[in-house]
């Protein structure tokens, strides 16, 4: 119902940088809350970022201070903008989107992933 596309990914240097994209078919202006979640190869699922329809914004531990969550209304996209890259952030990213029950996580709407591989 709430169809995301991404885009974005791809392989870069430790401490470079890339920003992802999630477009939505809706106006995320009626989405009360989005964010990114990732998973590395036999690692578990983490929430990276989320952004609320107010603009609160919460992050990982692990990302504080080198990602930043952007959003145009305008364009019905949010964005990942990711810095300082080290090899521990490869994984695939997720674009999600509240769902009908409310929360991210397995309730929620998901794009299709996009690949992250930040080399050595």
């Known amino acids: 119902q709430v169809p995301l596309v991404e885009s974005g990914g791809g392989l870069v240097q430790s401490g470079g940088s890339l920003r992802l994209s999630c477009t939505a078919s809706v106006n995320i202006f009626s989405i009360n809350l989005m964010g990114w979640y990732r998973q590395a190869p036999g690692k578990e699922r983490e929430l990276v970022a989320a952004?609320?329809?107010?603009?609160?914004?919460t992050y990982a531990d692990s990302v504080k201070g080198r990602f930043t969550i952007p959003r145009d209304n305008s364009k019905n996209t949010l964005y990942l903008q990711m810095n300082s890259l080290k090899p521990e952030d490869t994984a695939v990213y997720y674009c999600t989107a509240e769902g009908p029950l409310g929360g991210l996580g397995n309730g929620g709407y998901w794009g299709q992933g996009t690949q992250v591989t930040v080399s050595s």
């Open positions: 952004i609320s329809t107010g603009g609160t914004r």
